[in-house]
């Protein structure tokens, strides 16, 4: 939509193609990761929702079959929809999911077998004829953003319920939602109606692209509501200070600095279309039906209305069913079961033959052995001198930390990739990162993107945890919940720096460094800047050597210097990257996870073995260090 900002992919595209990477992510029209990702003049592969590699789905020749209606999540809505309900009688009427069999030269209907529950929220709330009413729409478009705008209006269905509960009013509902005529006046560009007339948010590249120039091009909000004003005073209106329809055109793909293509006439159509949608009382029933859905049915708001919307394809009943287990972000589980059977799955659902066993699971191929069993087998049709790098597993399946390929070893992460900076001449001693440590730094990205993902929720203390390592990288026998120390270390640097060592509650940090992440998350040097505007700089010590942002050198505001801390979090260049997402592996020393942990008066502690698996019964009240091993 208009006014979102660039998302992960989109990020990742610009940083990629700024520094000429071979590898440039590819976004679709929403931003998000496609499912076909390739490297150039080389190879590729399927990836998740997360832009995660699907192991087994890298090609070198053909691109695999990265179709999106593949996911486990959808073979599983698609499943549960199939197994609980039968046909449904109003889509059956207006020959909608219905296949066409040609019998005797004539086309007869014959319904395909579907969900009536979930089809029939849609259809007995009245607004798929509402929506099929808007010409100007394209109705393959609206689908995705009337999810996504539930999924940010009603982020859980407890608060789906409140909110229906507080009017009986359709038209009231979508105000008290956007406050007033907000999502009005926004899709009428009429800014001061809805960000006010002393926003700081500046439209100039967009508008400039379609013909407008100075103060109408959007950074004037005032003189912008002036010309795209619905009333009969607007400067179009009337044809004033020489505008007219012809003077610019809205109709065609513009784009901004990360390459998000947009059509400002599609977006000023969608935004009128959705205000419209969400006044009309079908919209408030439609609501009211799915937030009863079961949750065994749908987990949240936004699972419903996409199970109703882009249910597309239906096969026939079928007497057993199959339904899929999913893991949290996506992807098959291992394992499936049914009717007793188990067996293992590869990373598409395919059943990895010769694994199926009666009454218990079996044991399935990690990624190393499979991707190991895999290049061996491709590595038999080879020439006998063709180098075919091959993974090593250690006993228990996964990637042995070092790898060796020819002459040269290198690191691995806990998924098999190279970690950037460990390669060494075969036979060098090289201490590679533990399963402990390697755990630890995807804890710590996972934390950081939880926060900035929904800053307006903290986690709770108790639900963070980052492993604790011992010197030698094995895990300690003690384990904590709680961020790591240099958390701590930087919010007292910034409590000293900026309120005279007085505590501030954590949530008014995060709203200021999100302010930071929405201006600076394309530039180093923009971010620097923000930091000496607001007088946050002396957070971070190197700063302190300079005493205005014009006397840092340019090698500092492009990233190159030392740090004076060996605090991640106090390296500007590094808090910049983890603010933007541009991390994808744990940025520091490995062996910052073996340093002591303090604040147990804020802690949980309990007992570990050796793989750092929780000992039942082991766990202590807070500022208790319970006794291990």
Known sequence: MFLAGPSKCELERFTAASSGDVLVPSCDDRGQYRPLQCQRGGQCWCVDARGREIYGTRSAGEPPSCSEGQGCIFKRRQALSRLFY???????????FKEQSKVSGSTETSPKHCSSYLQELFATSGLLSYVGQ???VNQSKIVPVLSEAIQGLFPSRKLGTTALQLTSSAKRFQQNLFGGKFLKNLSGFNFTGSIGQRGKLNFSQFFEQVGLQGMYSGGNFVELAKLFSPEDNSYLTKESL???KDTFNLDQTISDNFGHRVNLQENQNMLAALSSLLEQKEFLTLMQHVTSVPESIAVDLTDVIKAVLELQ????????????????????????????ECWCVDASGNEILGSKIFGKHPKCPTECEKTRDRLNTIKKSQPANSELFVPSCTSDGAFLPVQCAGKKCFCVDLEGRSLPGTESAA???YQCPSACQLTAGQS?????????SSP???????????PQCKADGGWRAVQCNGPTEQAFDWYQAWVSQNNAGKDVPLMDIINEIMEYKKTSAQDFAVFVGRLYGAGHQNVFP????????DSIPSGVLEGNFTSESDNILLNPYIFWRLLNGSSSRYPGSYRDFNLPYGHFELRNCWCVDEDGMEIQGTRAEINKIPKCR
């Open 86 to 96: 039968g046909p449904v009688g109003y889509f059956r009427q207006h020959s909608l």
């Open 427 to 429: 036979g060098e001693p």
């Open 444 to 452: 710590f990205l996972q934390m950081v993107q939880v926060l900035l």
């Open 456 to 466: 307006a929720t903290l986690p709770q203390f108790s639900s963070v945890y980052i």
């Open 134 to 136: 808007r010409q100007e």
């Open 542 to 549: 190197i700063f302190s050597k300079y005493a205005t942002f």
């Open 313 to 340: 394809e239906c096969d026939e009943a079928s007497s057993e069913i199959f339904v899929p287990t999913c893991t949290n972000d996506g992807r098959y589980d291992e394992v499936q079961c049914l009717a007793g």
């Open 242 to 244: 020489g505008f007219s």
